[in-house]
């Protein structure tokens, strides 16, 4: 049967009873390295609802903190570097990434995952910039200045910055696919903040080494960022098989900005979701009304599961979205 596939960010996590249980008491980095732990998160979803893909349980900072930087993941906030990347000498900090030594338990997971699942396995890693906003900010930030700071006033380390991170992103995601996921989702969650000049000039070329890299792994390449309405085209140039794209700019109109022969993948608001069902309902229909049909399109969030988020309405979803889509 052909239909429109359906998953979503984030669908392992705190907005499920059982994950809450598993995570009660620990440490959220400590679970990301048992690869039974990364296992059963990952799985939880798939027991309560019948998504079209599984997303690995890790987080976009595990390569960085293999690659020897300090980080902690602070419940609430989000990602925390102790020492925040401010000088060249800082950027000689981060080592290039040996998976198989580095992050034996990622790898681990995925072949367990592999076992035991039906339905395909996302791997993902977080682009360039959106780690370097953590490295630089030192934590979560609302405008990003340090980072663009560092970008305008120091070009040049900058582009040892981008070049580091995309060589541990590129080798992060080669063992993924190696150990076996059946696709990659790259998170920019936070290029939004950026002009199309300054892309094009800053971020654009390690995106294509990252996806031209990976064009001969033969799975679906997934390029999502939050707020790239004006950004599109040229993520776009950047080789990805498919574009996801929030809530912000209608879904029909996103396909037309990155061109009919990629996919997209989106994007009902996910605050949508903390709403009842007769308020979802419309919302996710206009969703499907504007893909029109077409293959290539990926139904998802805008952006990952908010942790209010009912389970029931996500089943809803997941069934609404198949049944009509059925063809
Ligand atoms: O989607 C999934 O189900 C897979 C798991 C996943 C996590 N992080 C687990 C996680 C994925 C794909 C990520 C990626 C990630 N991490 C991104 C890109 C996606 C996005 O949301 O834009 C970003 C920006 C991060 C950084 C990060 N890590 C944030 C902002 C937070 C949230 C802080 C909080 O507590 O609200 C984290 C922590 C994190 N990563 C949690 C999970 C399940 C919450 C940890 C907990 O249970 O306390």
Known sequence: ???????????????LPEYRALREGRDILEMFRSPQTVVEATLQPLRRMPVDAAILFSDIMVPIMAAGIDVT?????GPVVAEPFRSAADVDRLRS???????????????????????????FAGAPFTLACYLVEGGPSPFFE??????????????RLMAALGGIVRAYLRAQVDAGVQAIQVFDSWVGTLDPDDYALFVLPTMREIFDGLADAGVPLIHFGVGTGELLTLMRDAGATVVGVDWRVPLHEAWERVGFDVGVQGNLDPAVCLAPWEAVEPKALAVLRRAAGRPGHVFNLGHGVLPGTQVETLQRLVDLVHERTER
Request: hydrophobic share 40%.
């Open 97 to 123: 990434l040996e998976p198989d030594t580095d992050v034996p338990y990622v790898l681990e997971a995925i072949r367990l995952l592999r076992k035991e699942l039906s339905v395909p396995l996302i791997g």
């Open 73 to 77: 993941i602070d419940p609430g906030v």
């Open 146 to 159: 340090r980072t663009k700071g560092l970008m305008h006033r120091e070009p040049q380390l900058w582009e």
């Open 1 to 15: 049967m052909d239909r429109t596939p359906v998953w979503f960010m984030r669908q392992a996590g705190r907005y």
